[in-house]
């Protein structure tokens, strides 16, 4: 079982730079992976980038080159930094962590992103 609580979402011109944070309820050293997800209205939700317990990523094609994923061990936090938005990139954003089964994968709430001039 984990919670997590999604912040730092927001409204930014095309070009612009924000970096969304994640805080789990438990030490992400016992997580297996942890990710973020987005949706935008009529879409589904695709891949954004995930980090795994021992460190590596990956990255959905989109946004490659453009956003990092990082984490902070110390205060169970994972974070997406955002750079070069392009109106494109306006959804809802998921964190994700997985514990190692289907049935242990538990979702944030989400926070919105909105790319706009």
């Known amino acids: 079982q984990v919670q997590l609580v999604e912040s730092g979402g927001g409204l930014v011109q095309p070009g612009g730079s924000l970096r969304l944070s994640c805080a789990a309820s438990?030490?992400?050293?016992?997580?297996?992976?942890m990710g973020w997800y987005r949706q935008a209205p009529g879409k589904e939700r695709e891949l954004v980038a995930t980090i795994f317990v021992g460190g590596s990523r990956n990255y959905g094609d989109s946004v490659k080159g453009r956003f990092t994923i990082s984490r902070d061990i110390v205060r169970n936090t994972i974070y997406l930094q955002m750079s070069s938005l392009k109106p494109e990139d306006t959804a809802v954003y998921y964190c994700k962590a997985g514990l190692g089964s289907e049935r242990d994968e538990y979702w944030g709430q989400g926070t919105q992103v909105t790319v706009s001039s």
């Open positions: 438990r030490s992400i050293f016992s997580i297996r992976f």
